[in-house]
């Protein structure tokens, strides 16, 4: 499957009914989620895939499109039910599993994708649990992450080693009341991690 048919089917998955403020509940956009997935595939690591905080699927449903086993992690019960119906709707097998990515245990993973909460509605700094898990977890790790992170990347996941950085526009769809514009584009960074 070619990038851009991943995006298009991609697209047409359904988001969030009734995102929660708190846990930065965005949807993945296809064309980023696209992106991700199609370095992972061309990299060879799209074997026992993980996403952590999954929300409504992008990514486990996208990395399951590409030949992947996927296995999605979310703590929101109707997240897992949209993703669940996401997964049904594209005709692919993922294992959607209910729990805090902080306290969950996860074997046989070899590589993590993820778009973690950034911490922005909320002074948590909410991708430390994320990234905490990743590392746990996988061999390689596939994160979102605030433009300006590197620095404190680099550090976290010592001695793991940060092998690729891809900056990315990211469009955010107006989803909650403070939202000003109908479409925002920040910039995010997408981070290669290898473990050993």
């Not at 992690?73 to 294992?95: F, H, M, Q, T, W």
């Not at 973690?116 to 909410?126: C, H, I, L, N, V």
């Not at 590197?150 to 976290?156: H, K, P, Y």
């Amino acid at each position: 499957m070619k990038k851009k048919q991943l995006e298009i089917l991609l697209e047409g998955l359904e988001g969030f009914r009734d995102p929660v403020p708190e846990r930065e509940q965005y949807v993945t956009p296809a064309r980023v989620a696209a992106e991700m997935l199609y370095l992972a595939y061309l990299h060879g690591d799209l074997g026992v895939v993980c996403d952590l905080g999954c929300g409504t699927g992008t990514l486990a449903v996208g990395a399951a499109l590409l030949g992947a086993r996927a296995i999605g992690v979310e703590i929101d019960a109707g997240a897992l039910a949209v993703a669940r119906s996401n997964a049904g709707k594209l005709g692919v097998d993922v294992d959607f599993v209910r729990g805090d990515v902080s306290s969950i245990g996860l074997r046989e993973i070899e590589t993590v994708i993820m778009n973690p909460p950034f911490g922005a509605q909320r002074a948590s700094q909410g991708d430390r649990a994320f990234l905490k898990k990743a590392l746990e977890t996988a061999k390689v790790i596939y994160s979102l992450h605030n433009r300006g992170s590197e620095g404190f990347i680099r550090r976290f996941v010592e001695p793991c080693v940060v092998q690729e950085i891809h900056r990315i526009p990211f469009p955010l769809k107006r989803c909650f009341e403070f939202h000003k514009s109908d479409v925002r584009t920040i910039e995010v960074e997408l981070y290669r991690i290898e473990c050993q």
